[in-house]
């Protein structure tokens, strides 16, 4: 397998970003595992492996140290810290409901890669081109008010 199969270890997401682009242009098959969203994601037409659905007592093995056989799990738990969901609570609201289309999002930051792009430019133009996204986050006063603002 050591022939066909090389285990690349990049050391920086710009490297794995150079890594993976530049197998792709050859037509060279790669297989890698990526966060999301991203910019790659946005560029090239990949296909992605699906991975079996969240375990939670798989989860309960990897959160405790001290157990030997630790089962994997595909999903990670994501919280705000308690502080910030207690100071912030109108946040925490406006959090629960923000829901990115990921196939937009990475086209979103694809072209921001492509065009060297500040974020917040990118930012702007997606809040533009895309109200009914962020819309359905905010309640209609708020999202009236952001939208005259832009």
């Given at each position: ?48 492996l699906e991975e079996p659905a969240f ?30 969901s207690a100071e912030y609570p109108e ?25 060297h792009e500040d974020p917040g430019v ?29």
């Amino acid at each position: 397998m050591t022939d066909s199969f090389v285990n690349f270890r990049t050391g920086s997401g710009a490297a794995l970003d150079a890594e993976v682009a530049s197998a792709i242009r050859r037509g060279k098959p790669v297989l890698f595992y990526y966060w999301s969203p991203t910019p790659l994601l946005g560029k090239y037409k990949l296909i992605k492996l699906e991975e079996p659905a969240f375990d939670a007592e798989a989860w309960k093995t990897l959160t405790d140290a001290s157990n030997p056989n630790p089962r994997g799990t595909s999903s990670l738990a994501a919280k705000l810290s308690i502080g910030v969901s207690a100071e912030y609570p109108e946040l925490v609201s406006v959090f629960k409901n923000v829901d990115f289309p990921i196939d937009l999002l990475n086209r979103t930051l694809g072209e921001m890669s492509d065009k060297h792009e500040d974020p917040g430019v990118a930012a702007a133009r997606f809040l533009k081109q895309h109200p009914e996204v962020w819309k359905a986050w905010l309640p209609a006063d708020v999202a009236a008010k952001v939208s005259h603002s832009l």
